[in-house]
């Protein structure tokens, strides 16, 4: 069974804050992809990572990191110093690599940022 | 490259009426996917395409539901007839299947609203 659980459904933090969302995933494959999507109040779904199956390094890019570890099945995600412009909906989703490319959603955790 | 182009970006109809949804996928991409999102269900993947051809529609909520890809530049997603548990924000994905574990890229959705 393929699966993504994002267990906080909403958080609210004070903006410089920071915040980390968490995802946590279900998969018998070897190799999968994990992303993450942003979706501010505007509504598209914007991509903003992507980690494959074979690469444990977390990653930097800006105010925001990734933290991916196998052994507990999570892939999640820091944002550091907060900011208004933060505020939205993030997605965690899952790709293994034998269903053809199919993609599975976390269910969102939305992020509010108060000024 | 325009990105992931969906048509209409609203659509207000009558209970029982037939909708059309449509949608351009980024040129060279081989997969393609319609999603629902609703406050309750959050993202659903309704039915997916590879080159074309339909691999998975059993998201697809039933028969009212139908959707085509008569070439690799065009889809449509059908309701007819329509009813009011049916309004949510629908979005067609593109990606390309054969890429190591490629980003799907959204369109802006189609709010649809059924009354």
């Known amino acids: 069974a393929q699966k993504v659980t994002q267990a906080q459904t909403e958080i609210s933090v004070v903006e410089k804050e920071d915040v980390t969302l968490d995802c946590v995933y279900e998969?018998?494959?070897?190799?999968?992809?994990l992303f993450w999507y942003k979706q501010p109040p505007s509504g598209e779904l914007v991509f903003l990572i992507r980690?494959?199956?074979?690469?444990?390094q977390n990653e930097i890019s800006g105010r925001y990191s990734w933290n991916f570890q196998k052994s507990t099945s999570s892939f999640n995600f820091t944002i550091t110093a907060s900011q208004v412009v933060d505020s939205a909906v993030y997605f965690c989703?899952?790709?293994?690599?034998?269903?053809?490319?199919?993609?599975?959603f976390g269910t969102g955790t939305s992020l509010t940022v108060i000024p | 490259d325009a990105g992931v182009i969906q048509s209409p970006r609203h659509e207000v109809t009558e209970m029982g009426q037939e909708v059309t949804l449509r949608c351009k996928p980024i040129?060279?991409?081989?997969?393609l996917f319609w999603y629902r999102q609703t406050m309750m269900r959050g993202l659903e993947l309704l039915i997916y395409?590879?080159?074309?051809?339909?691999?998975?529609d059993s998201g697809m909520p039933e028969d009212r539901f139908s959707a085509k890809m008569p070439n690799a530049s065009f889809s449509t997603l059908k309701i007819q007839p329509s009813e009011p548990r049916d309004s949510a924000v629908y979005f067609c994905?593109?990606?390309?299947?054969?890429?190591?574990?490629?980003?799907?890229?959204f369109g802006q959705g189609t709010r649809l609203t059924v009354v």
């Open positions: 980690r494959n199956s074979f690469d444990e």
């Open positions: 989703a899952l790709s293994p690599w034998n269903t053809g490319n199919q993609f599975y």
């Open positions: 040129s060279g991409h081989n997969s």
């Open positions: 395409f590879n080159n074309n051809v339909p691999i998975d």
């Open positions: 998969t018998r494959d070897t190799t999968y992809y």
């Open positions: 994905a593109s990606t390309f299947l054969g890429g190591a574990g490629t980003e799907a890229f």
